[in-house]
């Protein structure tokens, strides 16, 4: 049986996934992500850097289709846990709207019972978001101007997503 967006997946009690204006808090992510049962907590914080390719970035703006971003979320935890059933947690937040530079765009952290196990689902599941998720990202420059960043562009290069 073959799983897609269009399937009902539904997310797990212990899990927590959110599109949301509001600042992240590594300190919420992680305690939603932590278990007794947790060996390991990886966390990934993606925050919005002040260049792009040498070019001077003063914000970057986020879009998001949130339905549907939030079923790839189900499903990246959904994913994870078929290939690591021992997963305890998976958190995926992001932030949508206009970011400054410093500021926390997404969080993604894993609670397992192993290091390795923690580390592959957190790196997959950052990985798969950016791929899958319709979350798009303008970039605001310091001369004024603006660019949306295309899908292409990410896969051409990690450097620009």
Not at 42 to 47: C, E, I, Q, T
Not at 61 to 72: C, F, G, N, T
Not at 137 to 150: A, F, L, N, Y
Request: aromatic residues 8%.
């Amino acid at each position: 049986m073959t799983t897609t967006l269009t399937s009902a997946i539904k997310p797990r009690v212990e899990d927590s996934f959110a599109i949301t204006f509001a600042p992240l808090s590594l300190e919420e992510i992680y305690v939603k992500a932590d278990d007794p049962a947790n060996g390991a907590v990886v966390v990934m914080s993606g925050m919005v850097r002040n260049q792009t390719d040498g070019q001077p970035v003063v914000a970057l703006e986020y879009q998001a289709y949130e339905p549907m971003a939030l079923r790839v979320f189900y499903q990246i935890a959904a994913d994870i846990r078929s290939l690591s059933p021992d997963v305890k947690r998976v958190v995926i937040h992001h932030r949508v709207g206009r970011l400054q530079v410093g500021e926390i765009s997404v969080l993604v952290a894993v609670g397992c019972p192993h290091r390795r196990e923690a580390f592959e689902a957190c790196q997959y599941a950052i990985d798969t978001l950016k791929h899958n998720a319709p979350i798009w990202k303008k970039e605001h420059w310091q001369d004024g101007s603006s660019t949306w960043v295309s899908i292409g562009a990410c896969e051409q290069s990690e450097e620009s997503c």
